[in-house]
């Protein structure tokens, strides 16, 4: 594949090469008989962008929820419109109430949706309603809970109370994460690094699925609990550090945590520690100096980071994984319930910068929008949505805020390149950066390529679409 008139950075213009899934060539380069051709129009082509904290699985599923309940929904003919939604694998629906369609069950929901698993929560929270096909793929490996409504010996599809049931036997069927990967294609996002806690051998084994079928093209590391090795990670996958997650009203005893992180080097890995809170982040910081920093060890967040943690961050050489976007997203709250001497020192970034500190960013999706070109704008703009500035001075280059997603997911120091012998995973811009960087958050990918496949194509003759739609997302207190 040839791709013609691309701008490389600093502004060079050139064709790039690729056969196989590599770059092989860049300059002037003229297309070969029968070589298929991109033609760039003279948009900038970086390496493709790596989100490097989200949570796949997690957002999978808000992706896969559709509010079901008054006010959005109030007949029967739109809770049926909803249901329909495009899609494979399991559909969630939430704020379900008898004055929309009456009292549901397997009967009603299999003449809306015959053909894949759905459940209906009852806005109650107490009450699950199950189609057929979602009562086959629960019962297929789990024995019925007490709370599963029989009657003249067949389920009803009613289930009363059953939540720890309920999420015990969905791990077995974990949702299609097709939607995540085609969102985050379309941003341009090539690679990803899940720091989902819990992540084990069995999820492990979902995302290798999901991976080699497509669904989920981005290359993937896979972080998560002490216990997962190489060998659970099968396609191309790789393994990422071991991640304690830090609560301040229950913190672990000290030693605990400083095991966790020895326990990490021990077999190989860094370790990863949830701060999002001063006090996660002192106790976090005290407990990897105890241990002995390695290469690798990050502080995800760093969400209120005083001048003492940002020094002590330097010193003891850790990478800091952060959410630039949390400013716009969730900054009118903050300035309306954090303290207002906090407000500086929030989401930090020209501060680690200065210090020499390592910084990457991730979306932590789905607690953070998905889109990085909305998030490098926040990050070069420090506004909230009302348009209040919020930490004006850690405020980054648009080019410091591109750096952000161009870290090596394994070794962030590392800087991406496009360049002769890189892996061909790029995402080509609509636009020269001499624009893009005057407004990131309205750049459109044209196209995305990873391991030499074209993921994403919205080239002209193709509508090009922007997310506009947010992610459903959980509610999560503290400053992330
Ligand atoms: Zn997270």
């Not at 370790?271 to 005290?286: P, R």
């Not at 309306?336 to 932590?364: C, K, M, Q, W």
Request: aromatic share 4%.
């Amino acid at each position: 594949m040839l791709i013609e008139n691309a701008e490389l950075e600093g502004g060079v213009h050139a064709a790039i090469r690729i056969i196989g899934e590599t770059i092989t060539a860049i300059g002037a380069l003229s297309p070969r008989p029968g070589e298929p051709v991109i033609d760039a129009a003279g948009g900038l082509v970086l390496p493709g962008l790596h989100d490097h904290h989200i949570h796949v699985a997690s957002l999978a599923a808000a992706l896969a929820s559709v509010a079901c309940g008054p006010p959005e929904v109030t007949t029967a003919a739109e809770f049926a419109a909803r249901l329909r939604a495009p899609g494979t694998g399991w559909l969630r629906a939430t704020g379900y109430h008898e004055s929309v369609a009456g009292r549901l069950d397997a009967d009603l929901l299999d003449e809306m949706v015959p053909d894949r698993p759905v459940r209906v929560q009852h806005r109650s929270g107490r009450m699950w309603f199950l189609n057929s096909a979602a009562l086959d793929a629960l019962l297929a490996e789990n024995a019925p809970p007490p709370g599963l409504e029989r009657s003249g010996g067949r389920y009803t599809g009613r289930l009363f109370d059953a939540d720890a049931w309920l999420q015990r036997a969905l791990r077995g069927t974990p949702p299609s994460f097709a939607a995540v990967g085609a969102r985050l294609a379309r941003a341009g996002v090539t690679g990803l690094t899940d720091m989902t806690p819990a992540n084990d051998a069995v999820i492990a084994r979902h995302f290798a699925a999901e991976h080699a079928s497509g669904a989920l093209p981005q290359r993937i590391v896979l972080a998560g609990t002490p216990g997962l090795t190489p060998a659970d990670m099968a396609g191309g996958m790789t393994l990422g550090a071991a991640k304690l997650h830090l609560h301040e009203a229950e913190l672990p005893a000290f030693e605990a945590a400083v095991a966790f992180v020895s326990g990490a080097h021990a077999t190989g890995r860094p370790a990863a520690i949830h701060c999002a809170t001063e006090v996660e982040l002192v106790f976090a910081l005290a407990a990897i100096a105890e241990a002995g920093a390695a290469p690798g060890d990050r502080i995800e967040h760093a969400s209120v980071a005083p001048d003492s943690a940002v020094g002590e961050i330097a010193r003891l050489g850790l990478a800091v994984v952060t959410q630039p976007h949390f400013i716009a997203e969730r900054g009118d709250t903050y300035r309306a319930e954090v303290a207002p001497a906090l407000h500086p020192i929030l989401y930090r970034l020209r501060a680690f910068r200065n210090a020499g500190v390592t910084l990457a960013a991730g979306s932590d999706a789905p607690f953070g929008g998905t889109d990085p070109w909305t998030a490098m704008q926040a990050a070069t703009s420090r506004q909230t949505r009302a348009g209040a500035p919020l930490g004006a001075a850690e405020a980054l280059t648009p080019e410091a805020a591109l750096d952000l997603y161009l870290c090596a997911p394994r070794n962030l120091a590392m800087r991406r390149r496009v360049e002769a012998g890189a892996p061909a995973d790029l995402c080509l811009l609509d636009r020269p950066w001499s624009r893009a960087r005057m407004a990131l958050g309205s750049v459109q990918v044209r196209a995305t390529v990873i391991g030499g496949r074209v993921v994403h194509d919205a080239r002209p003759g193709n509508r090009p679409v922007h997310d506009a739609r947010p992610v459903n997302r959980p509610r999560r207190h503290e400053t992330r």
